[in-house]
T-cell receptor, first 111, second 116 residues
Framework: RKEVEQDPGPFNVPEGATVAFNCTYSNSASQSFFWYRQDCRKEPKLLMSVYSSGNEDGRFTAQLNRASQYISLLIRDSKLSDSATYLCVVRGKDSSYKLIFGSGTRLLVRP | SAVISQKPSRDICQRGTSLTIQCQVDSQVTMMFWYRQQPGQSLTLIATANQGSEATYESGFVIDKFPISRPNLTFSTLTVSNMSPEDSSIYLC?????????????FGSGTRLTVV
């Protein structure tokens, strides 16, 4: 089983749609959680950290369910510029500070 | 967040040769990492670059194939040795401080390597 699992997509949605990405992680000791965005032929960039209480940044809402080891990202009012691959990322509780990446979910927003 | 300059951005190399990739961070960072991203895949951690000591490699990666240096807190190199076409990939470095639980990790822009 992969440490971090995501639906690979692609998700093909019209502008203005709401889209949700899901992610599960296998290590219950994981401590920190992130969503990264990666555009084609670019490096990953941090979209948002994910907190236990849930957090929102504009059109983006992230949720964490530690009991179910489940992370989600909701994008409201999708824009063409949201088209990218969204990576679910987890860091363990150990002192290595290593990030473990999911395989990514590709989003295509069409006009 | 730190800013990372990575070079070269791309290279085409003959099999059997070696390529050294450099990453320079604009501020002192605690942790530096090297990742590989094969076409259509996500990022796989190669190793943690430790300042002043040998890197810590992940399963499936060895020092003889991917020697890493980190002489100070702002600079690291990854060498891909005795290359074969299977080494064709994007290689990325990453850096972070350790000031808090949800600190940011920054990535270099990547090195696109093609081995022919």
């Amino acid at each position: 089983r992969k440490e971090v699992e995501q639906d690979p997509g692609p998700f093909n949605v019209p502008e203005g749609a709401t889209v949700a990405f899901n992610c599960t992680y296998s290590n219950s000791a994981s401590q920190s959680f992130f969503w990264y965005r990666q555009d084609c032929r670019k490096e990953p960039k941090l979209l948002m950290s994910v907190y236990s209480s849930g957090n929102e940044d504009g059109r983006f809402t992230a949720q964490l369910n530690r009991a179910s080891q489940y992370i989600s990202l909701l994008i409201r009012d999708s824009k063409l510029s949201d088209s990218a691959t969204y990576l679910c990322v987890v860091r363990g509780k150990d002192s290595s500070y290593k990030l473990i990446f999911g395989s990514g979910t590709r989003l295509l927003v069409r006009p | 967040s730190a800013v990372i300059s990575q070079k070269p951005s791309r290279d085409i190399c003959q099999r059997g040769t070696s390529l050294t990739i450099q990453c320079q961070v604009d501020s002192q960072v605690t942790m530096m990492f090297w990742y590989r991203q094969q076409p259509g895949q996500s990022l796989t951690l190669i190793a943690t670059a430790n300042q002043g000591s040998e890197a810590t490699y992940e399963s499936g990666f060895v020092i003889d194939k991917f020697p890493i240096s980190r002489p100070n807190l702002t600079f690291s190199t990854l060498t891909v040795s005795n290359m074969s076409p299977e080494d064709s990939s994007i290689y990325l470095c990453s850096a972070t401080g350790t000031g808090g639980r949800n600190y940011g990790y920054t990535f270099g822009s990547g090195t696109r390597l093609t081995v022919v």
